[in-house]
């Protein structure tokens, strides 16, 4: 069965401090791993897509790794502010059918001054 | 690029009472239209999937009757919860796309139903 797990499933952090969410994938054969950031009451927005022959991908300070062999994935937020307060959600595609995005239940942040 | 409006962004209405949610594309053509509903604590759960010009599929468990989806254009989808009631309350979410980029999502429309 095609699943999407992420770690940790909530997460409190200082303002300035760095952290490293987790997401963990059986999905087969795969096509791209997208990392949102979601709002509460907003849409999710794009961070970083990749797909299987990139390993590291950035977007400001956010930096995406990807190890298709472990199907694992990371999201490294650095200096991390106070809007940086949200849930992180990871969707896997699979290659049979890409528009089928398998969600994640995603991280939730926060971030304390 | 690549916007995608939802409208209305929050809706509060009585049980029994029809609702439309719209979704937009701005600046780009959808070939595809994508309706989801969110849960409080929960992931994005898809509903239907439309294309332009054809009825919508809608997964298994979803009440094509209940939930009528329209993709009459290629920047335009509605989506109609009729004769709502509590239980339809929810976090209804669009996403669109065209041939050459992945999904992008709205902001959402929060349903209310008293």
């Known amino acids: 069965k095609n699943q999407v797990e992420q770690s940790p499933q909530s997460l409190i952090i200082l303002e300035g401090k760095n952290c490293t969410l987790q997401c963990n994938y059986t999905v087969s054969p795969f096509s791209n791993l997208r990392w949102y950031k979601q709002d509460t009451g907003r849409g999710p927005v794009s961070l970083t897509i990749?797909?299987?022959?990139?390993n590291t991908k950035s977007n400001r300070r956010y930096t995406a790794t990807l190890d298709a062999d472990t199907k694992q994935s990371s999201l490294h937020i650095t200096a991390s502010q106070l809007s940086d307060s949200a849930s992180y959600i990871c969707?896997?595609?699979?290659?049979?059918?890409?528009?089928?995005?398998?969600f994640g239940t995603g991280t939730r942040l926060q971030v304390f001054p | 690029g690549a916007v995608v409006s939802q409208h209305p962004s929050w809706v509060i209405c009585k049980s029994g009472t029809s609702v439309k949610i719209e979704c937009r594309s701005l600046?780009?053509?959808?070939?595809?239209m994508f309706w989801y509903r969110q849960f409080p604590k929960q992931s994005l759960m898809l509903m239907a999937t439309?294309?332009?010009?054809?009825?919508?599929?809608?997964e298994q468990g979803v009440e094509k009757d209940k939930f009528l989806i329209n993709h009459a254009s290629l920047t335009l989808s509605t989506l109609t919860v009729t004769s709502a009631h509590p239980e339809d309350s929810s976090f209804y979410i669009c996403s669109a796309r065209d041939s050459h980029q992945p999904q992008h999502f709205g902001d959402g429309t929060r349903l209310s139903i008293l």
């Open positions: 600046d780009f053509q959808a070939t595809t």
């Open positions: 439309s294309n332009e010009g054809s009825k919508a599929t809608y």
């Open positions: 990749m797909t299987f022959s990139e």
């Open positions: 969707v896997v595609s699979a290659a049979y059918n890409t528009d089928k995005l398998i």
